[in-house]
């Protein structure tokens, strides 16, 4: 009984760098020694946003190539964050490694890109960014909680509509 005990927990030990609570607690852990003992503090309300990356990240391309003033955040001020193309990345990378990379074929491919820039553009006017908003809101900002509110309802409704256009 001890030894099956002992067993069970030598491989929880040995399999929990597989569990996505272990990757939370390695990132947690990561941002307080980044912040504390390395003293980075990105601006307020600055998470890992692929919405707010990508706009630096084409902001600061373009102010280095064309000498342009667009604004860029204070981290993306010397060299872009590349987190947008990381996350891309790494998921490729993630499931290429797990054989779940599937390339789909969609139909009407300019409405698909219609649709994204509509996505894209919309999160940069309304505050999209989920974790921004949460931080905003937690500040207290009341228009952030009604952004936020019209991203649940946009959530809502949209997975309604998928759901509606998938079981045809």
């Not at 399999?15 to 912040?35: K, R, V, Y």
């Not at 692929?50 to 391309?61: A, E, P, S, V, Y």
């Not at 000498?67 to 860029?72: D, I, L, S």
Request: proline residues 4%; positive net charge; hydrophobic residues 50%.
């Amino acid at each position: 009984m001890k030894s099956q005990f002992f067993r069970e927990c030598k491989a929880f030990v040995l399999n929990i760098n597989n569990l996505p609570i272990f990757f939370g607690i390695t990132l947690a852990i990561s941002a307080i020694f980044a912040e504390v003992v390395l003293k980075f503090s990105p601006p307020y309300s600055y998470g890992v946003c692929l919405i707010c990356h990508t706009m630096d990240t084409i902001n600061w391309i373009i102010n280095k190539l064309f000498n342009t003033e667009f604004y860029v955040q204070a981290p993306s001020r010397y060299l872009p964050l590349l987190t947008s193309f990381s996350i891309i990345a790494g998921a490729i990378i993630a499931s290429k490694i797990n054989k779940e990379f599937k390339i789909k074929v969609v139909s009407n491919i300019f409405l698909q890109f219609i649709f994204g820039f509509s996505v894209m553009s919309f999160a940069l006017f309304a505050m999209g960014c989920p974790i921004r908003l949460t931080l905003l809101v937690t500040y207290g900002d009341g228009m952030a909680l009604f952004s936020f509110i019209g991203l649940l309802l946009g959530i809502i409704t949209g997975s309604i509509i998928l759901k509606k256009w998938n079981s045809k």
